[in-house]
């Protein structure tokens, strides 16, 4: 339960340091607060759900592991392209500030999702070693 902790709170300062950002570039150039909000909600559970997908398999066997972590990656793509397809075809954001939000985000937060999935493997073979 540990790893998940950490990187929830690491999700959370990070996303308290993103949204400061986001206040400091709103008080200053007109960004559409609701496209933004919505990308990085997208975008952050995106992420929490690829980091339980992963601690889910984690002592799995390596077929098991396989399947529900690169699956997973394929669902999670798919809904979350369908997701902005529609959010998109209902003209729920703007999309300019949509669509620079969820990449700066998706590219910040897969950073994020990566040094998690090293810090677990770190954890088990110092476990292992130690």
């Known amino acids: 339960m540990k790893p998940l902790f950490d990187f929830l709170l690491k ?67 798919l809904l979350i392209m369908a997701l902005v397809l529609v959010i998109n075809l209902l003209h729920l954001v703007r999309p300019i500030d949509f669509a620079v939000s969820f990449i700066s985000f998706y590219c910040i937060y897969l950073v994020v999702e990566i040094l998690g999935y090293q810090k677990r493997n770190q954890l088990k073979n110092a476990a292992r070693n130690g």
């Open 11 to 77: 999700l959370f300062i990070l996303s308290v340091i993103l949204w400061g950002v986001v206040y400091w570039g709103y008080t200053r150039y007109p960004v559409d607060l609701m496209s933004v909000f919505t990308a990085w909600a997208i975008v952050a559970v995106n992420t929490l759900a690829g980091y339980v997908l992963f601690e889910y398999a984690f002592d799995k066997e390596s077929r098991v592991f396989t399947l529900v972590v690169f699956g997973g990656v394929a669902m999670r793509l």
